[in-house]
């Protein structure tokens, strides 16, 4: 797995992962860091996703869900992102880094 990947994973990790349906600020950030992966052109696939909550004890609920978002940003499909400013400067720094 690449490393900036692997860095948005671990962003994603650091959320409320034990909930079946994350939480609003949750939900824009991890929307924003896949579609800003797609932009880098080092998109999360569902498998990467799914190897991952799966490794870290994500709730199951969760985890689809994160995985379905990344298959539909990688399909090009339209994704809304309620708030997108959950999504940081320094996050996106972070990951930049690492391409």
């Known amino acids: 797995m690449a490393p900036v990947i692997d860095k948005a994973l671990d962003f994603i990790n650091g959320m409320n992962t034990s909930v079946p349906v994350p939480q609003p600020m949750d939900e824009s950030t991890t929307k924003g860091i896949l579609k800003y992966l797609k932009e880098l052109g080092e998109p999360v696939t569902a498998e990467d996703v799914m190897a991952r909550g799966s490794q870290e004890g994500w709730d199951e609920g969760f985890t689809h869900k994160v995985a ?22 320094y996050m996106r720094e972070e990951l930049q880094a690492l391409v």
């Open 68 to 89: 379905g978002w990344a298959e539909k940003i990688n399909a090009g499909e339209r994704l809304v992102i309620k708030d997108p400013e959950y999504f940081s400067a």
